[in-house]
């Protein structure tokens, strides 16, 4: 099971806008994801997804209300792309997903340099991905594990800053199972 807390840094957002805030997510294999968002003071909020394939829960926890949905078409996967994009468009950076972010650029063959993060020894990856977007991955040299990574089109960018990044963490059931307390609608 990998745990990241991560936050956008670019575009800049306003200082203690929601989304500005770091979210944490959870992965566990192909059929587990758990993100948690951090309270909106806009919409008065707090969201929380849960996914244990073929369910998904979308909550919110200020109102203890949520939404369960079954996923009703296989393959039972869980999708968890670093950037949203169109897939219909671009189909290969939407493959770039949460805890195979190292993975997806090894198989890429991405071009691998030393550079420095913010003081930090790294590896450094790019790639170009649908042929319009360079994407970079940065490693710690240390540990292997990505500490950020940027997309770019030549006109707007995107980064992500991982704050933690944990992997190898025992799976626990409790994770990936809808909270006690809320009341739910059933989707179809």
């Not at 990241?4 to 192909?30: D, H």
């Not at 949520?66 to 009703?72: L, T």
């Not at 939407?94 to 993060?117: H, I, Q, S």
Request: aromatic residues 10%.
């Amino acid at each position: 099971m990998t745990k990241i807390k991560f936050q956008q840094v670019e575009p800049q957002l306003p200082k203690n806008s929601f989304e500005s805030q770091p979210k944490i997510i959870y992965r566990a294999g192909t059929a587990y994801s758990r993100t948690e968002e951090a309270v909106d003071q806009t919409t008065h909020t707090h969201r929380l997804a849960v996914i244990n394939e073929p369910n998904a829960w979308l909550i919110d926890l200020t109102s203890k209300t949520g939404e369960h949905i079954v996923d009703s078409s296989p393959p039972f996967r869980v999708h968890m792309p670093v950037f949203t994009l169109d897939p219909q468009r671009y189909n290969e950076i939407d493959k770039l997903e949460y805890a195979n972010e190292v993975k997806f650029f090894l198989e890429k063959g991405a071009t691998r340099t030393k550079a420095n993060l913010m003081g930090t020894p790294t590896h450094k990856y790019d790639l170009t991905v649908d042929k319009i977007f360079h994407v970079t991955l940065w490693t710690s040299l240390a540990t292997k594990k990505p500490l950020q990574i940027r997309c770019a089109d030549g006109q707007n960018s995107q980064t992500i800053r991982y704050l933690t990044y944990d992997t190898n963490l025992k799976f626990s059931p409790d994770l990936f199972a809808p909270p006690k307390g809320v009341t739910f609608t059933e989707s179809h």
